[in-house]
């Protein structure tokens, strides 16, 4: 299927991208510039900011009720880019999709803050909500992580850190266009060259846009940077995996849903045709986009976990 027309026609109006080193401040203000007014924005019955061991969090709450099940959301961003504030959006779609708690972390980004700091962060964020569960009227069952991206990284490394370190809590993950594996060597996977240019995020721009991170300590070799190369993958939660059809990182999330397959873990994969990387954040407006929030409601229900309320 060629590139969803919509799309494609917002693709065409954007500019070129500016020549010389990027400019991780001004990239970012350009996001931001793009965030609607709060007043725009899915209302939900509560979003709270607040921090989490002093990690910025936004607590959203779908509807009025005694207990929730909890979501951490890990926003993308090539761990220099993105934001409460930037993916806020997404959040609150996970939440009223799911019905969950959403818990979205400001984790700390590159380069200004150098490996692990931005996967410790989020690693705490999922402690913290254990810890302080009563607090958050969790109902003691599901503790899912989402992430979209770099997000979705974030996300299987964390999964991984808390199985490593006995944290059995975390009941499922939901990976959005992973990005699992740092080493950007064009003939690793055929995605790498069937969608390198024209879709958006080009094959060319992966190792700049990473490079804040890499060049900060992460090493792609290591399984916590390439989640990708962790050897066994026995005993991670149940996942869902997101790709986009016309994706570079598309094989790299498809191959790592097959290997958890393999290593004896529930996976359910979805390719969305006609969609590029990024479709989660810039597209799920589009009808043919936005079933991913049921879909990830879908998945989530079937894996809903329970347990005893908070204390």
């Not at 965030?35 to 019955?45: D, G, K, S």
């Not at 009227?137 to 990284?153: E, F, I, K, R």
Request: charge should be negative.
């Amino acid at each position: 299927m060629t590139l969803h027309p919509e799309v494609a026609r917002v693709l065409a109006t954007l500019p070129a991208p500016p020549s010389g080193p990027l400019d991780p401040a001004a990239l970012r203000a350009g996001e931001e510039a793009q965030v609607p007014p709060v007043a725009e924005r899915l209302p939900l019955h509560a979003v709270e900011d607040t921090t989490a061991d002093g990690v910025p969090v936004r607590v959203y709450t779908p509807v009025a009720a005694d207990t929730y099940g909890l979501l951490v959301y890990l926003h993308g961003g090539a761990f220099f880019l993105g934001s409460l504030e930037t993916h806020d959006h997404v959040a609150r779609s996970l939440a009223q999709a799911t019905g969950l708690k959403v818990i979205a972390a400001g984790y700390r980004r590159a380069p200004e803050s150098a490996f692990p700091a931005g996967l410790q962060d989020c690693y705490g964020v999922v402690r913290w909500a254990v810890a302080h569960g009563a607090e958050l009227d969790w109902d003691g069952g599901t503790l899912a992580l989402a992430g979209d991206s770099s997000g979705a990284n974030f996300v299987a490394a964390v999964t991984a850190m808390a199985h490593d370190e006995g944290f059995d809590r975390v009941t499922a993950q939901v990976l959005y266009y992973p990005s699992l594996d740092l080493d950007f060597d064009v003939d690793r996977y055929p995605s790498l060259r069937e969608n390198a240019e024209g879709y958006g995020l080009e094959t060319a721009g992966l190792a700049p846009f990473n490079a804040f991170y890499l060049d900060s300590g992460a090493d792609p070799a290591d399984p916590l940077v390439s989640p990708i190369k962790r050897a066994d993958l026995t005993g991670l939660p149940p996942a869902l995996v997101v790709t986009a059809e016309h994706d570079p990182l598309r094989d790299e999330g498809e191959l790592y849903a097959a290997r958890l397959a393999e290593a004896g873990v529930d996976v359910q994969v979805s390719r969305y045709p006609g969609a590029g990387h990024g479709f989660v954040q810039h597209f799920s407006w589009l009808p043919d986009f936005a079933r991913v929030f049921t879909e990830t409601a879908e998945f989530l229900a079937a894996h809903e976990a329970t347990g005893e309320p908070a204390r």
